[in-house]
């Protein structure tokens, strides 16, 4: 039994430490940071924790020159990449 809880810690492990490996790279957090706060508060809250911080190469909008856009829709302008602008129904 002891055998198959250290296997299963160091699966545990390897999994932290590629997804904060993997997220360190895309987004502005770095690696040192995201280890410990997966495993201080969990790695499901941490993923969360860490997916609040921004893309490194975010895709920007065309329309109103807001570099810092993620969304499908900006969040300055409401228009999507084809121009379409998001219908008021689904803002607020
Ligand atoms: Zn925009």
Do not use: D
């Not at 810690?9 to 957090?29: F, W």
């Amino acid at each position: 039994m002891a055998i198959l809880a250290v296997v299963l810690a160091i699966g545990y492990l390897v999994l932290i430490v590629l997804m904060c490996k993997q997220e360190s790279q895309k987004r502005k957090i770095n690696f040192f940071i995201a280890i410990p706060i997966c495993l201080i508060i969990s790695t499901f809250f941490g993923y969360f924790v860490i997916s609040n911080f921004g893309l490194r190469n975010p895709k920007g909008c065309k329309w109103c020159n807001n570099i810092y856009n993620e969304a499908e829709f900006c969040g300055v302008c409401n228009k999507n990449e084809e121009g379409k602008i998001l219908e008021a129904k689904y803002l607020a």
